[in-house]
Nanobody, 127 residues
């Protein structure tokens, strides 16, 4: 079982940048697919970016080119570098871990596919 803790959220002006970090403990991170999700009150949780245990990376269309996911298995961390932030990026950001081994090339993108979740970190983009 793995425990996840997010950090790095905060208040940033439109066009600004933030780097979120998900720190894992309790298990080696390299066997998990990791996803970053976000949620606004009253709306469903949506996937933002994913890094599978096979090294496949995927982004939702609205963040592609602005966000970069990276993982350091030796440090058991997964980061989400966010640039050109916009007010619509405002949300609570969660990292999640999927312990199942996906079929080759498959990227788990739905929240129900993930087994472990962090507590979330607030990102607010506002002037």
């Amino acid at each position: 079982q793995v425990q996840l803790v997010e950090s790095g959220g905060g208040l940033v002006q439109p066009g600004g940048s933030l780097r979120l970090t998900c720190a894992a403990s309790g298990s080696s991170l390299d066997v998990y697919s990791i996803g970053w999700f976000r949620q606004v009150p009253g709306k469903e949780r949506e996937g933002v970016s994913y890094s599978t245990s096979e090294g496949v990376i995927h982004y939702r269309d609205s963040v592609r080119g602005r966000f970069t996911i990276s993982r350091d298995n030796a440090k058991s961390t997964v980061s989400l570098q966010m640039h050109s932030l916009q007010p619509e990026d405002t949300a609570i950001y969660y990292c999640a871990a999927d312990e199942s081994l996906p079929p080759r090339g498959y990227v788990p993108t739905e929240p129900y596919e993930y087994d472990y979740w962090g507590q979330g970190t607030q990102v607010t983009v506002s002037s």
